[in-house]
């Protein structure tokens, strides 16, 4: 299952594509990549540990 996110553009919660895992200034997680349906830029705020699964499955790449 891929990783789940918000797109702005949409309005509806799609699957992200090309989904990369960076870690924020306060030390948090967030996965960013694509709409697979309209191609524009999402996000998703995750924890640790979802981030650390997420990338272990091979649904996000560790991009920090």
Known sequence: MAIEGRCMKCKENK???DAEMHMTS?????????????????????SKD???KAISDGEAKKAY
Do not use: D, H, P, W
């Not at 030390?27 to 524009?40: D, H």
């Open 26 to 46: 306060r030390g948090g997680y967030m996965a960013k990549g694509k709409c697979s349906v309209c191609g524009c830029g999402m996000c998703r705020i995750m």
């Open 50 to 52: 979802n981030a650390e």
């Open 15 to 17: 699957e992200m594509k």
